[in-house]
């Protein structure tokens, strides 16, 4: 079974560009079945209220069970003392099995990886080459799974691909995607320094081609069995314990509502193209 593990669904309610506008997956999805994906992973495109756009991917998902996987899309400000309960709805309703979060809504907090180690969720976060995050997170969260996806930048950044490379080799719980990534030497860097098992597949669709995406992992000339981590294994084996009930109240009020860094940049607040470097 292949498993494209990075995959925006729904409406946004901006007008920014296609990451906060539109995900629509017709095409996407045709260009998956000619690629041999069985299925997919979807979260929302940016939004202003996740509680509404995860609710629409989560409409998607249960339409079609057999084909798509949820992830909940948590703003890590915004949604501040609403985590928990926005997650809970997720699993419980959706069958939601992971959190997305985004650098470019805000640094992940400590309410997000309670939230996510008190349902057994992985928490896939893109840190838009903030690399020096992954070290806290990994030595923070032990008990947590984090997937970074594209070697820690969509922006093709190689200094902070390189660097998160040794993250992902040191930290049993750091993982990344092999979406956008453009360097295929430093893919193959990950997958020597750190193993297959550390690599999942991804497209970021619908905005890059899913077969394009998996024509990298093919290239990669892995024997089957590694190539059966990397397409589908090791996502199901970092999803198959969530829970459908947690709680995070027995534990620390004021920890659980600590930034992991409380500094806000002043570009958060510009309207910018997430994936680019200022």
């Given at each position: ?58 409409r998607i998902v249960t339409s079609h069970p057999d084909l798509f996987f949820g992830f909940a899309f948590i703003h890590p ?7 928990e309960k926005l997650v809970q709805e997720s699993v419980e309703q959706f069958g939601f099995v992971g959190i997305k979060v ?177």
């Open positions: 079974m292949i498993i494209d593990c990075h995959c925006h669904a729904g409406k946004g309610d901006g007008l920014t560009g296609p990451w906060d506008t539109a995900a629509p997956l017709k095409t996407h999805m045709n260009r998956a079945r000619a690629a041999g994906i069985d299925r997919t992973v979807l979260f929302a495109a940016f939004h202003s209220d996740y509680a509404v756009a995860n609710r629409q991917v989560g400000q915004r949604d501040r003392g609403k985590v985004h650098r470019y809504d805000g640094r992940i907090t400590r309410e997000v990886c309670q939230v996510a180690k008190a349902f057994s969720l992985p928490v896939l976060y893109d840190v838009m080459g903030e690399i020096s995050a992954v070290e806290l997170l990994a030595t923070e969260y032990p008990g947590v799974n984090f997937i970074i996806p594209h070697l820690g930048s969509f922006a093709d950044d190689w200094r902070a691909q390189l660097a998160f490379i040794d993250h992902l080799a040191r930290h049993p719980n750091i993982y990344t995607d092999t979406s956008g990534i453009r360097r295929f030497d430093l893919l193959e860097q990950a997958v020597k320094r750190a193993g297959p098992g550390k690599i999942l597949f991804g497209s970021d669709g619908p905005w890059l081609h899913p077969g394009l995406e998996l024509a990298k992992v093919r290239a990669l000339k892995l024997s089957p069995a590694k190539e059966k981590l990397v397409l589908g294994y090791t996502f199901i084996q970092l999803t198959h314990r969530v829970r459908l009930t947690g709680s995070v109240r027995s534990q620390s009020n004021h920890a659980e509502h600590v930034r992991i860094a409380d500094v806000q940049t002043a570009d958060q607040k510009e309207i910018l193209d997430p994936w680019s470097r200022r």
